[in-house]
């Protein structure tokens, strides 16, 4: 019901679009957040956005180069990735959760997520 798309190898400094294609469910009504996982690492919450009122949330490491947004029409959330650095490297998901209002940071902890996306690889090569 969510497919992210759009990872690849990239030089730091590149720019990147994820996609997140979602079905089964409209978008009314739901937050969609895009997490990264890195080798070794605990995933990390990188963005959300309201599907109600259209507020965002960022991770503070990713605030100023990542920009997510959403396409209701053709059912996708997108993440723009620019300034890439080698440290960005990681699987990155998108899911969904039935939220109504502005969104809020604790949401990028990624707890109680109704649905999770398979992910895409994103490798910055220095």
């Known amino acids: 019901q969510l497919q992210a798309s759009g990872g690849g190898l990239v030089q730091a400094g590149g720019s990147l679009r994820l996609s997140c294609a979602f079905s089964?469910?409209?978008?009314?009504?739901?937050?969609i957040g895009w997490f990264r996982q890195a080798p070794g690492k605990e995933r990390e919450g990188v963005s959300c956005i309201s599907s109600s009122d259209g507020s965002t949330v960022y991770a503070d490491s990713v605030k100023g180069r990542f920009t997510i947004s959403s396409d209701n029409a053709k059912n996708t959330v997108y993440l723009q990735i620019n300034s890439l650095k080698p440290e960005a490297t990681a699987v990155y998901y998108c899911?969904?959760?039935?939220?109504?209002?502005?969104?809020?940071?604790?949401?990028?902890?990624?707890?109680?997520?109704?649905?999770w996306g398979k992910g895409t690889q994103v490798t910055v090569s220095s």
């Open positions: 899911a969904a959760v039935h939220y109504v209002g502005r969104v809020r940071a604790d949401l990028l902890r990624g707890y109680g997520m109704d649905y």
């Open positions: 089964g469910f409209t978008f009314d009504d739901y937050a």
